[in-house]
Each structure stands twice: as structure tokens, then as C-alpha cells.
């Protein structure tokens, strides 16, 4: 089955800089991947997420990027904010049988004001 | 529109008992997901709904788990004889469809004393 490997699982920044978080996964089936933010004690929250067709996708403060030949897909925050810190996840899926998510094991961002 | 909704929110109870966990997904979504996370980890997949097809029961780690799901509407997952390996919050997804984002309840944060 699949393997999502994520890292750092710990990121402090201070605010303003750029935050990058990295993961790779080993079943090239795979072909949709989301990135989840969860703050303490909350639901997972989609924030962006990548279809294999494209390479980039941005959304205002967040991109991420896709190699589907070395199986990475990173997630970039620019001008972090306090109100950024939080877990971010990413996940992988093949959707062959519907979009049941791997996550990785998550990294706890933290802006330092 | 309501998102996704789970009961109870938490849940105590002792070793050896039945627990059962409520999830409604948000109206007109055909895809419903259970995933466990347990302390300071990532989602683990247990189970997969999609319309009236066979549910993909791939991620259910033990026979004590099974879950239901009446047309496509509500959903109970239930944990027979807990063990203490059980405490973890249980997170509910809905999508529209199999290949579309995942929008996450509150979770049901599950104690086994």
C-alpha cells in the first residue's frame, strides 16, 4: 500500500519568512494529494491540494509543487503569519477506489512573532 | 450549509464495552470516510462509503470494528469490547463524490479506561 514520509515534523519560523514543508510517497498510482491544517483541538481543514495532471498550484499565501518522477509534492507558506501555526498534514491518494487518504505524520508549525 | 457533523463529541468508557460513534455527513454527499488519529499522529484510514457499492472495509484493524452506512446519509461506526489501543479521536469526512476534497467533522475524542 502506500507510504507518505513528511518532514520536518517540527518548523519554527519567524514572521514574515517562508515556510516549506516536504513529503514523499511510494505508490506511483497516486494522483491526487491534499494538504490538511489542523489546529489544536479542530477538524482537519483542506487548504490546497494537487491533482497529478499539474505541477504547481497556488492559492495566495500557498503554493505547492509536484515531482511526480521523484514521488515528492511540497507545501510552501510565504509571509507566515501567527495565525499560521498550526499541524499541517499531507495525504495521498490514487483514487481507484474513491480518495481514501494516506497522511503523513504531520509537522507542527510554529510563527514566531 | 452545516458541514460535517459527529456525536458525541467525547466519549468515556471502560475496557470491554461497546461504543457506538454517529457521524452525518453534509446533504447530497455520496462519499463518506472514517479515520482514526490517535495522540500527537497522523489520520489512519479505516473505511470507505460510496453511494450503494460495497463499503471498502481495507482499513479496519481488528473484527471488533465495523461500521454502517444507511443510503447516503447517516453513519455509525462501532467499536465491540474496547481496548485501551482504542482511545483515539475517530474524524468523519464527506465529499461529493469518490474523487472529490474531503471535508472533516469535529471527531469523536474516544477514552478507554
Known amino acids: 500500500g502506500e507510504n507518505v514520509e513528511q518532514h520536518p515534523s517540527t518548523l519554527s519560523v519567524q514572521e514574515g519568512d517562508s515556510a516549506v514543508i516536504k513529503c514523499t510517497y511510494s505508490?506511483?498510482?497516486?494522483?491526487?494529494f491534499p494538504w490538511y491544517k489542523q489546529e489544536l483541538g479542530k477538524r482537519p481543514q483542506l487548504i490546497i491540494d494537487?491533482?497529478?495532471?499539474?505541477g504547481e498550484k497556488k492559492d495566495q499565501r500557498i503554493a505547492v509543487t509536484l515531482n511526480k518522477t521523484a514521488k515528492h509534492f511540497s507545501l510552501h507558506i510565504t509571509e507566515t503569519q501567527p495565525e499560521d501555526s498550526a499541524v499541517y498534514f499531507c495525504?495521498?491518494?490514487?483514487?481507484?477506489?474513491?480518495?481514501?487518504?494516506?497522511f503523513g505524520t504531520g509537522t507542527q508549525l510554529k510563527v514566531e512573532l | 450549509g452545516a458541514g460535517v457533523s459527529q456525536s458525541p463529541s467525547n466519549k468515556v468508557t471502560e475496557k470491554g464495552k461497546d461504543v457506538e460513534l454517529r457521524c452525518d455527513p453534509i446533504?447530497?454527499?455520496?462519499?463518506l470516510y472514517w479515520y482514526r488519529q490517535r495522540l500527537g499522529q497522523g489520520l489512519e484510514f479505516l473505511i470507505y462509503?460510496?453511494?450503494?457499492?460495497?463499503?471498502?472495509k481495507s482499513g479496519l484493524p481488528s473484527d471488533r470494528f465495523s461500521a454502517e452506512r444507511t443510503g447516503e446519509s447517516v453513519s455509525t461506526l462501532t467499536i465491540q469490547r474496547t481496548q485501551q489501543e482504542d482511545s483515539a479521536v475517530y474524524l468523519c469526512?464527506?465529499?461529493?463524490?469518490?474523487?472529490?476534497?474531503?471535508?472533516f467533522g469535529d471527531g469523536t475524542r474516544l477514552s478507554i479506561l
Open positions: 469526512a464527506s465529499s461529493v463524490t469518490g474523487r472529490q476534497p474531503q471535508h
Open positions: 494537487i491533482r497529478s495532471n499539474v
Open positions: 495525504a495521498a491518494a490514487n483514487g481507484a477506489g474513491g480518495n481514501k487518504l494516506t
Open positions: 462509503f460510496q453511494g450503494n457499492s460495497a463499503p471498502d
Open positions: 446533504s447530497g454527499h455520496t462519499a
Open positions: 505508490d506511483s498510482a497516486s494522483n491526487y
